[in-house]
């Protein structure tokens, strides 16, 4: 124990002496367990447990009510909720009566519709309500103003709108903005309350029970799953506050499916990265120490005693930076969720996730000792005598060891045998698996590559050949640092290939049956008066733009019949309806002018976009009408080229369904022109009829990637720069003698700075260039899972070249720029001693 | 040490008459002991009356061989195995000089030792100079190392009085 | 013909009331093929003499000359020690990852010669010296004796005829001290010059000229170059 006693103080005093190693060595260690407590501090704070965001979501009152549309009808418990359309007994809405006498007497109710207003710059949330009712309190906070009284209404502080100016809403009158309220948890969220609004309620399924008209419920006593019941009977969905709150709460997005990369990632990069990097530090500070070991040894220290002191060395370390990293990283957590919050998160109350910070604490101080352990056993072994007298340590026979060499290899082939083998399994978890023996193997056989490496050096210019030469004979400095950047770079390489596959897969998803940009007016069933007053107000809304006709379909009974086919695109089965129409129509999907598809539509052919549902020059459609099984239909078709890589599709000649005995009636215009958000026509054609939906065609939309996966990969740049950049340090401040004599021969101060960088070259890009190759292997394996849905699709793999020449080329060349320019202060001038 | 007993030791190598002797004394000691010719006979025949020696031959120009006795062998082990024991203080004038210096008025100590430190210089550089253009045997280089660390010594000892005497002032 | 010459050289290190007048107006010349040997205890100034003499430091006042050439108007001095001054320490001597002829052949590389021409250079150094068989070998499997002969011809290698050498024997044996101060004399014999910056009288003694250094000023000389009496 005293032994302990000891070798701690030695520690804290070698510590404070070698303060800039020491202070490598933390921020080594630190790094990751900053980056990874910094991450779970902003994640905790920045998501909302039941707790924090029910005032936002039910301000005071007891249950939140929204009425679903006619037709739908709803079932909700506590496995979830269901919800069907179609239903064929259209109920009227709900009247707060019913509602009042189902919830008991005493139930207050005030209404509360939530949707969006269409301003001119765009869509906008918005909540119909009366904000100074007192069960709306917590759902936004008056900032600056009033709240909003009859034709008013409060704006957040993102539409940067002041009070007193006016709020023009398509579709109703002028609104002036009274004041300005703050969202509790969405600083940037746009969105504006007041109790009258021309609100549109978008009813797609993922919105159907958050978005509508409905109510805020004060009840006298907590809304059970019966009172759910019986209310989604009235066709209502209902949150309640009881119900929310008891509902168990698992936080934590890092540990669910997705997220098994991020686990792989963060349990090999906390751990094996830092000790790789650590390594080397510790192996310097051993060399410095060799001789004050020795004394201690020649004054009784067992090979056990000199252990320990290594290990110690360890552990005041380790500690130190866990418990630094720690508290910057939850400060940085804390001060980075508002600047995140600006770009568009959302922000609740601070939360420190203990549980989970402690562990990657201990992992940190774990990290310490491991990193600790060679050069300690390494102590145990040096002979004092040896070292006393002053003479270098024998140095081994072999330059590479052999055992591990051996060992490294067929971990790799196991592991690139177990990449091929996991290709195939649909969970991302088994490529991850396969990867570790690669990288752990390509550790074990970093020695190996060191000294091959090492061969091209007399073939160098100096300042390289000393670098490299240096690099070679300090193995156990550049081996860790090699091996570090190499696993770094792999996962970043593999994470980085799978990203972009998914990113690249997910776009051409994609598909569509009209041009990028290009607008579509649908009429639904309509009497031809009102059609053609629905054209013409067209026509006037869009002044010279060319608008193509396209045809319903009847039979002789009057069926609408609507021409079906099914594809297959990027491997996902897509059901298309074949378009009715003319040559104007065929130019308005092709962009131009296309004899061959034009002739062939002239004789009676179809034209199709899709080339695999052509077979034999016919393609099969399925005339599909309401409540009558499908006919199937061969038509004669010809295949061409569409207006956009995206755009499937087939176009029938009107002239052949009337020739096969149906009539067509136009019903839809097309137009090469997307109208703004706030134009006019939106509304005027709505004044027309209801029965008309008009919808732009947005094209593909750019996937970003899981963000958390690029905040992944940015942790790894971190990684690599900081790693590098430390073990170079560290080789400058060994090679200093060398660099002093280097100096008095008449080497220039850039050739000595060459020396240093060109180390950093060496060890970033012989790591790059490994984990390159090994990440390559991994992103591959990885791809397939992540881009395959069901058999017969096959897997996307793209690589992201600008990311991995950034990553392989462009950091090392980073790196040893930085070392080029950092100054390598060598003795400039001996003083006698 | 005696004259007798270097005799003893180069005639241990075979009789030598005793012109041969002086030369190869000489040589071997680096010229650092000049011996005068009537010593050596002198010796020889002081020798001659203690049994060390016995005379032999008369060579062609008539000088007389000398050849070492049983006696001689004898006493040449006895000198070899006994250690050399620094008999009495040296007196050497350099010593009182500086003692003296230190003790006198009107005496600049420091130019003193300044100038002795020069000469003494002198001497090793001509030693030095002596070792590096001598190509003979070992014996006389080691001679010639002997005299360099004693002017060697004498330097180090100046450049410590000078010290001492620099913290005194 | 003077290679070395210092002309009222001081140097001080720092300022106000911290100053430490390293040298206070050292003149010194060094001939061709003279072995020069400066002698001094540890603060005198001998190192500070020998820096300032390679271009390694400046002088606050006075003038260092090289082969004629006045070093306050030399831009790059790394240039003047690659092809003119040649150093030769008690210790931080060999780049430890390079082998002795790579040691050797740094400064003609470092110059932009080709590596084939600068090998053949070294080694003829090398030859020179008879240390062609240590070519090979990295300097922790050299002695320190051996060390310090590659030292030295690292020093020479190239046109260079003016070797700085900073207790080159320092760290050595007597024999061994005495091989490299022989060594260095031969050198001189064969026309290099040597300034020598020593505390020890029996290698000062191999030089021409002693010069004694006490507290940044040249207390006394052995005048008489004896090299006159070649």
Not at chain 1, 647 to 664: D, K, M
Not at chain 1, 692 to 721: D, K, R, Y
Not at chain 3, 165 to 187: F, K, S, V, Y
């Amino acid at each position: 124990m005293s032994a302990l006693t000891a070798a701690l103080r030695l520690s804290r005093r070698g510590v404070w002496q070698a303060r800039g190693r020491s202070a490598l060595i933390m921020l080594m260690i630190g790094l990751p367990v900053l980056v990874i407590t910094g991450l779970l501090v902003a994640y905790a704070t920045s998501t909302l447990s039941p707790e924090e965001g029910i005032g936002s979501r039910l301000g005071t009152a007891d249950a939140a009510l929204v009425q679903l549309p006619p037709g739908t009808t709803v079932q909700e418990g506590p496995q979830g909720g269901s919800w069907s359309s179609g239903g064929d007994s259209p109920r009227p809405p709900a009247e707060p009566a019913e509602i009042t006498a189902l919830l008991g007497a005493g139930t207050r109710l005030t209404p509360f519709a939530t949707g969006s207003i269409r301003l001119p710059s765009g869509l906008v949330t918005a909540l119909e309500t009366d904000l100074s009712d007192p069960l709306t309190r917590g759902i936004l906070t008056l900032g600056e103003g009033r709240l909003p009284g009859a034709g008013e209404v409060a704006v957040t502080p993102a539409l940067g709108l002041r009070p007193g100016d006016l709020l023009r809403p398509a579709g109703g009158p002028p609104l002036k903005v009274s004041g300005i309220v703050d969202h509790p948890h969405q600083p940037t969220i746009r969105q504006v309350a007041g109790p009258d609004l021309p609100l549109e309620t978008s009813r797609g399924l993922s919105a159907l029970t958050t978005e509508g008209p409905g109510w805020l419920a004060d009840t006298p006593r907590p809304v059970t799953w019966d009172d759910v019941t019986a209310l989604n009977k009235l066709g209502l969905s209902v949150s309640s506050r009881s119900l929310l709150l008891s509902r168990p709460y698992r936080p934590g997005l890092l540990w669910n499916t997705p997220a098994t990369i991020g686990v792989a990632v963060a349990v090999i990069m906390a751990i094996l990265v830092p000790v790789l990097l650590a390594g080397p530090a510790f192996a310097v500070g051993l060399r410095r120490r060799r001789r004050e070991l020795a004394e201690i040894a020649a004054q009784g220290g067992s090979a056990g005693h000199l252990r320990l002191i290594v290990l110690a060395d360890g552990l005041v370390l380790g500690g130190l930076a866990a418990l630094t990293a720690t508290g910057l990283g939850i400060a940085g957590g804390l001060v980075a969720v508002p600047v995140i919050a600006r770009w568009g998160g959302q922000i609740g109350p601070p939360d420190i996730p203990w549980g989970e910070l402690l562990p990657i604490a201990a992992v940190g101080l774990f990290i310490g000792v491991v990193a600790a352990l060679v050069p300690a056993l390494q102590a145990g072994r040096q002979h004092t005598a040896t070292v006393l007298a002053g003479r270098a340590p024998a140095t081994a026979r072999r330059a590479w060891p052999l055992t591990w060499s051996l060992i490294g290899a067929a971990l790799v082939l196991g592991g690139l045998a177990a990449s091929v083998a996991a290709r195939r399994q649909s969970e991302l978890v088994w490529p991850f698996v396969a990867s570790l023996p690669i990288l752990l193997g390509l550790v074990a056989l970093t020695p190996f590559l060191v000294w091959f490496a090492g061969r091209i050096a007399p073939r160098l210019r100096v300042p390289l050949r000393v670098a490299v030469r240096d690099a070679v004979r300090n193995r156990s400095r550049t081996v860790s640092a090699v091996a570090a950047v190499l696993a770094v770079t792999a996962l970043a390489v593999a994470v980085g290939i799978a990203t972009e596959s998914q990113r690249r897969d997910y776009r051409d998803s994609f598909t569509s049956a009209r041009p990028t940009g290009s607008l579509a007016i649908w009429g639904g069933t309509m009497p031809d008066p009102t059609w053609a007053k629905l054209r013409a107000e067209a026509a006037r809304r869009l002044p010279g733009v060319k608008l193509a006709t396209g045809y319903h379909v009847h039979d002789a009974e009057g069926r609408r019949y609507a021409m079906r086919y099914t594809t297959r695109w990027n491997g996902v089965r897509v059901s298309r309806t074949a378009a009715v129409g003319d040559q104007d129509l065929l130019r308005f999907l092709q962009g131009r002018d296309d004899p061959a598809a034009a002739a062939a539509l002239a004789s009676g052919k179809a034209v199709v976009f899709d080339a695999a549902n052509v077979r034999d020059g016919k393609i099969t459609l399925r005339a599909s009408v309401a409540n009558h099984p499908d006919r199937r239909i061969e038509v004669p078709a010809v295949v061409a080229t569409p207006a956009d890589d995206h755009q499937g599709g087939a176009l029938l000649p009107r002239a052949f369904l009337e020739q096969a005995g149906f009539t067509t009636t136009p019903r839809a215009l097309y137009g090469v022109r997307a109208p703004a958000f706030d134009d006019p026509l939106w509304g005027a054609l709505g004044k027309v009829t209801n029965r008309v939906t008009v919808t732009v065609e947005p094209g593909p939309q750019e996937g970003s990637g899981p963000v958390w996966l690029w905040v992944w990969l940015g942790a790894a740049v971190i990684l690599v720069v900081g790693g590098t950049f430390a073990a170079t340090r560290l080789a400058a401040a060994d090679m200093r003698p060398d660099l002093a004599a280097l100096l008095a021969i008449g080497a220039s101060p850039w050739t000595l700075r060459a020396v240093v960088a060109g180390q950093t070259l060496f060890i970033a890009g012989l790591g790059a260039a490994v984990g390159l190759a090994a990440g390559a292997v991994t992103g591959i394996a990885l791809s397939r899972p992540m881009t395959t849905h069901g058999t017969g699709d096959p897997a996307t793999i793209a690589l992201p070249w600008p990311f991995l020449i950034t990553l392989v080329v462009g950091l090392p060349l980073l790196v040893s720029a930085l070392a080029l320019i950092t100054r390598a202060r060598p003795v400039l001038v001996r003083r006698p001693a | 040490m005696s004259i007798r007993h270097g005799l003893l030791a180069l005639l241990s190598r075979g009789p030598r008459h005793g012109y041969q002797l002086r030369v190869e004394f000489e040589a071997s000691t680096g010229a650092t002991w000049p011996l005068n010719v009537g010593q050596v006979y002198t010796t020889l025949a002081r020798m001659e009356r203690d049994g060390l020696v016995e005379p032999g031959e008369t060579d062609d120009q008539g000088r007389v061989v000398y050849a070492m006795t049983d006696a001689g062998r004898a006493e040449m082990e006895r000198w070899f195995t006994t250690p050399v024991v620094p008999s009495d203080r040296p007196r050497d004038e350099l010593v009182i000089k500086l003692a003296m210096a230190v003790e006198a008025k009107e005496v600049e100590v420091a130019e003193v030792i300044r100038r002795q430190r020069t000469a003494t210089m002198r001497t090793l550089q001509q030693l030095t100079r002596a070792k590096r253009d001598s190509a003979e045997g070992a014996a006389r280089l080691l001679v010639l190392d002997s005299m360099i660390f004693q002017a060697e010594a004498e330097q180090r000892w100046l450049d410590h009085c000078e010290a001492v005497l620099k913290e005194a002032r | 013909m003077t290679v070395l010459a210092l002309a009222g050289v001081t140097r001080v290190h720092g300022d106000g009331e911290t100053a430490v007048h390293a040298l206070k107006g050292v003149s010194l010349q060094v001939g061709e093929g003279e072995l020069v040997a400066v002698m001094g205890p540890s603060g005198s100034g001998k190192s500070t003499l020998l820096n300032l003499a390679g271009g390694l430091d400046r002088p606050t006042s006075g003038a260092v000359h090289v082969d004629g050439r006045d070093l306050a108007t030399v831009r790059d001095l790394a240039a003047l020690r690659r092809r003119s001054v040649g150093y030769v320490f008690q210790d931080l001597n060999l780049i430890t990852s390079l082998t002795a002829a790579e040691n050797v052949m740094l400064p003609r590389e470092l110059d932009g010669v080709r590596s084939r021409r600068a090998r053949a250079e070294a080694m003829a150094v090398l030859t020179e010296i008879g240390a062609e068989s240590l070519a090979d070998r990295f300097p922790d499997e050299l002695s320190g004796g051996q060390r310090q002969r590659v030292a030295i011809a690292r020093a020479l290698v190239g046109e260079r005829r003016l070797l700085l050498a900073d207790e080159p024997t320092g760290a050595l044996d007597t024999p061994t001290g005495d091989e490299i101060l022989r060594l260095l004399a031969a050198r001189c014999a064969a026309g290099a010059s040597v300034l020598l910056v020593t505390h020890e009288p029996r290698y000062a003694a191999w030089a021409d000229r002693v010069v004694f250094l006490r507290d940044g000023v040249i207390a006394d000389a052995t005048d008489v170059p004896m090299a006159s009496a070649r």
